[in-house]
């Protein structure tokens, strides 16, 4: 979530993308210098990565270099982004991603981590029956099994052009070699650093030999992530399922309290299942299934903004934000007993049924807001907000979009032994209490209560638009249960008001999610006149610190109304430094 667009990029632009309100009644400060200059999207002739990284991004775009394809070049980013970005880039978490592959049927791949076979229900509660503190998110009894090294080998072995090792290399010589951090990097870092100083791996890695944080300019060496690296690339995914990476695991877990099996990993198998689609303003919208909740959020959102004509309406005009906004309401409140499927039928066919949005529109006020008890209860996940998302395409079109985590800023804070692999605090996704609030706000469900096997729910929804049968949009982002609204954020600026793909991720951002019933705005996102109408309609709003990373693709012009002398333009996220979109 490291984003600087590179130099390239003409810096000395004047014009600005969005400016703060010089009287807001929010008290908002100005925005950022880099929110401020507007700057082109990144153009590329024979294909584009994005990533929270830059040097993620340089793996993925010196891999289509080298001839490879879109899965190459993910795969490739996705190893490297556990060596430059360990604070989500994983081998020890899981995810989603989202392929199109040239002229065939997209495919949805889920590798997300599973509950072990040996978790229970009341796992994290005491006798009373309350929840103990900290112990889904700190430490090995945290530790769901991992996916994303099944994941990636899934990929590689059915659309991968180049040998794996070619594809490993570049992560494994960041890895051994080490790079240099800049100041995005150590500020993940200094997220964790009295956690790391608990667990000796960590420190070994991620602190000074004194036991002070690392600093700009420091050169983070992982050797041991390397040596496991190069057993993935000689051995595939059986090195760390079935092979010394395992045991280092399992040895760690089973000496503090973990409940990982070897069955665990032995068992695990990442699945595909077909997207979740809709349309809007013609352009078709593939996404995440269950056991992601923010897919069906996401496609409901736009079904209910289709009966509107929000160009007209104007870009965060009172009325365009009035209903974005009870439509996010709506949607999140719809979000009710979603799960794994495995477990629980969804309800996904009723909730984007055409004749149900119609009548959700017809009940939505345009003058008022609707109070938040008044919809049926739902549910959202407790997925942390600490994720992290890349884009890719080739010159052959071939698009992927993939979200993957560790869930909270370097997982549950444990380093799986001499393996270097930062391990996933993904069993805090599920209800650990189904009924008790998470941590923003939701109640929890029955639907997405622990089992053993059982894949948490998600927001995480990558996402590929076409038209034609061509993709025109490769989109995604972290943020836990604010995914949807912020890739909706970017779909609306692109779609609807005709930014570039740079511009619309730019754009001040809000959220609302049913429960809590206020609306979370950024800095800039509502001008004093239209807050002011907006709250004399009865809505209120909560300051909230930039949120989501959405890493975006535009192929055929900087924007869609525009062709473009190259044939993709990539936007990366500048509200953190140091990612970038990179053409080749």
């Not at 950022?32 to 153009?43: D, F």
């Not at 894949?455 to 982002?477: C, E, H, K």
């Not at 525009?562 to 936007?571: D, P, Q, V, W």
Request: proline share 9%.
């Amino acid at each position: 979530m490291r984003h600087v667009v590179l130099a390239v990029l003409c810096l000395t632009t004047a014009n600005t993308v969005w400016a703060a309100p010089a009287a807001d009644p929010l008290a908002y400060g100005t925005v950022s210098p880099t929110m401020q200059t507007a700057l082109p999207p990144v153009p590329g002739k024979h294909g584009m990565a994005v990533s929270a990284q830059k040097l993620a991004s340089e793996v993925g775009a010196h891999i289509l270099a080298k001839g490879g394809n879109a899965a190459d070049a993910s795969v490739a980013m996705g190893y490297a982004l556990a060596v430059v970005y360990p604070a989500a880039g994983n081998l020890g978490g899981g995810g989603f991603m989202m392929l199109r592959p040239p002229g065939k049927p997209s495919v949805f791949l889920d590798f997300r981590e599973k509950a072990p076979l040996a978790a229970k229900p009341d796992m994290y509660l005491d006798s009373a029956g309350n929840v103990i503190p900290n112990q889904s998110i700190l430490g090995w009894k945290a530790v769901a099994v991992p996916g994303t090294v099944a994941g990636l080998e899934a990929v590689h072995k059915r659309w991968g052009h180049l040998p794996r090792q070619t594809v490993i290399a570049p992560a494994i010589k960041l890895a051994r070699d080490g790079f240099v951090l800049e100041e995005g990097d150590v500020e993940l870092l200094n997220t964790s650093t009295a956690a790391f100083r608990k667990d000796p791996y960590a420190s070994k890695i991620f602190l000074r030999p004194d036991g002070s944080p690392l600093q700009p300019g420091d050169r983070l060496v992982q050797k041991d992530l390397a040596r496991s690296l190069e057993l993935i690339a000689q051995k595939g995914a059986d090195a760390f399922y079935k092979g010394p990476i395992t045991a280092s695991i399992l040895a760690q877990s089973q000496a503090h309290g973990g409940i990982l099996q070897a069955e665990d990993f032995a068992h695990y198998q990442p699945r595909e299942l077909p997207p979740i689609t809709c349309s809007y303003r013609g352009l078709l919208v593939e996404t995440a299934p269950p056991p992601s909740a923010g897919g069906i959020a996401l496609c409901e959102m736009l079904e209910i903004l289709a009966g509107y004509d929000m160009h007209a309406l104007g870009l965060h005009s009172a009325p365009a934000l009035q209903h974005e906004i009870e439509a996010m309401r709506h949607a999140y409140s719809d979000r009710r007993n979603l799960g794994d499927p495995a477990f629980i039928h969804n309800p996904v066919s009723s909730l984007l049924d055409p004749a149900y949005i119609a009548s959700v529109r017809a009940h939505m006020p345009t003058d008022r807001a609707i109070p938040s008890a008044d919809l049926r209860a739902g549910d959202a996940s407790p997925e942390k907000p600490e994720t992290t998302q890349f884009s890719v395409i080739d010159q052959n079109g071939f698009a992927i979009s993939t979200t993957y985590t560790l869930n909270g800023w370097f997982g549950a804070k444990v380093v799986g032994g001499d393996t270097g692999i930062v391990m996933n605090d993904e069993m805090d996704d599920f209800s650990i209490k189904p009924g008790a609030r998470n941590m923003f706000g939701i109640p929890g469900s029955k639907a997405n209560a622990i089992a053993p096997g059982k894949t948490p729910l998600s927001s995480m929804a990558p996402t590929i638009i076409s038209r034609n049968d061509r993709p025109v949009m490769v989109i995604g982002s972290p943020g836990g249960s604010r995914i949807p609204t912020t890739i909706l954020s970017v779909i609306l600026g692109v779609v609807d008001y005709g930014l570039n793909i740079q511009q619309a991720i730019d754009l001040p951002r809000l959220h609302e999610q049913w429960m809590p019933e206020s609306v979370e705005v950024e800095t800039g996102a509502l001008t004093p006149q239209v807050q002011q109408t907006l709250e004399q309609e009865g809505y209120s709003f909560v300051l909230h610190a930039p949120w989501g990373i959405p890493e975006g693709i535009l192929i055929g012009g900087p924007d869609l109304n525009t062709k473009g002398a190259a044939r993709f333009y990539g936007g990366a996220d500048r509200r953190h430094p140091g990612g970038a979109a990179i053409g080749e």
